[in-house]
């Protein structure tokens, strides 16, 4: 927070002002009543400490002038000169704390980190109006940028109608993020909102998770199984991945979408079924057609209405909105501050993992910080050299651990552009299972 601490007695300011600082605080120290109230005046402060007696005007002067020009401002009140008088005035006032010399530092720094914890609060219950209220976002959405805005502005547009959509953008973008505000802002929303990935499941599955199976379909099958279409009735069927369906499971989901029917695997019974579709892929699903391994007619079903998420690179200025919203997201209640230099360098930095690998780089400062509150430049943990070196030039050396781990994961990047991100292929050429591609993929952030 911004704090202004008025005190005449040198040895209080310079050691309370010190220890304010470490805490994370920005800290103007005055020695005069008279000048703190031109400093009112011309600057904003979240948090005003004033002494009682002071060369000038008196605290209380102080403490009224700091509520009338901003009347959200924490103000605390310390005195030697204890007194029921003194207190009542104080808090007649307007003080919302009284503070008795001679005290602990720690004390106050612990009532500043309670004031910040309540000041978050309120913002975040302010931000989450604004995003229901879809004044600046959509539900579970952070962005200010003019890239992200034209995106909000399109979803509130066909959020209300049962269009299918589909969504690209690179890893990490926050594709389900945007189908999960198509859903809840849809008459749909008290109904269910089901996803599925194409890539994370083998061909012999997918079909049963879509469309559910009959007992004794096939072996193993021992009971009736309902599938993610029916368990998405009356809602939202989210199909992630979509590039990575199988031909002839594309030919069952055309006709589901056409005629609004399916029948389980190893069943007769035809379902109805009502529901939007919602799709997401991180290629082009054209050039897959052009290609002969995605339907023509089933991508212009899919592509009615077109959503094209921007990569984080992209995004000006919402980089530090997000990492403030992970700090407070993940930072397990406690209050991190977070130096300015660290949202320089993560300003900097191009994100090729986009807003998943800013929120993993957010958790990983958060736990390198251990007990302290503020988040330094040290925190900051890349775990590949390029980003080691965007966000801190100065470390050009990995460990062992860490190369291997970065030559991997490029490796599988390399592996899956060569075969168009076709994943059982992928795995083919690296020999390895589909399963243990899929979990690489989960671990390494690769969509």
Sequence with gaps: MKVLLVEDEESIAITLGDDLREAGHEVTALADGTLALRTLRDQAFDCVITDVRLPGVDGIEVLKAAKTARPDTEVLVMTAYATVEAAV????????????????????????????EYRTLLDDNRKLREDLQGSRGLPGIIGDSRAMQDVFKVVRTVAGNDASVLITGESGTGKERIAQALHKLSPRSVKPFV??????????????????HEKGAFTDAGRQRKGRFELANGGTMFLDDIDDMPLQVQVKLLRVIQER????????????????????????????????????????????????????REREGDVPLL??????????GRNFSIKTDVLEAMSKYTWPGNVRELENHVAQAIAM???????????????????????????????????LVD?????????????GGHRTKAAGVLGISRKVLWEKL??????
Excluded: W
């Design 89 to 116: 005035e104080a808090m007649r006032c307007g003080a919302d704390d009284y503070i008795q010399k001679p005290f602990l530092n720690e004390a106050v720094v612990e009532r500043l980190r309670r004031i910040g």
């Design 195 to 212: 996803a599925l990935s194409c890539g994370a499941l083998p061909d012999t599955l997918l079909e049963t998770e879509l469309f559910g």
């Design 261 to 312: 029917e399916f029948e389980r695997v190893g069943g007769e019974e035809t379902i109805q079924v009502d529901m939007r579709i919602v799709s997401a892929t991180k290629v082009s699903l054209l050039e897959l057609v052009k290609q002969g391994k995605f339907r023509e007619d089933l991508y212009y079903r899919l592509n009615v209405v077109p959503i094209n998420l921007p990569p984080l």
């Design 323 to 332: 990492v403030q919203h992970f700090r407070r997201l993940l930072g397990g």
């Design 369 to 403: 910080a251990g007990s302290s509150r503020v988040l330094r430049k040290e925190h900051l943990l890349p775990v590949d050299k390029t980003r080691r070196a965007a966000l801190n030039p100065s470390t050009d050396l990995m460990p062992l651990r860490e190369v």
């Design 407 to 419: 030559a991997e994961r490029r490796h599988i990047e390399k592996v899956l552009k060569s075969v």
């Design 442 to 447: 989960k671990d390494y952030g690769i969509d």
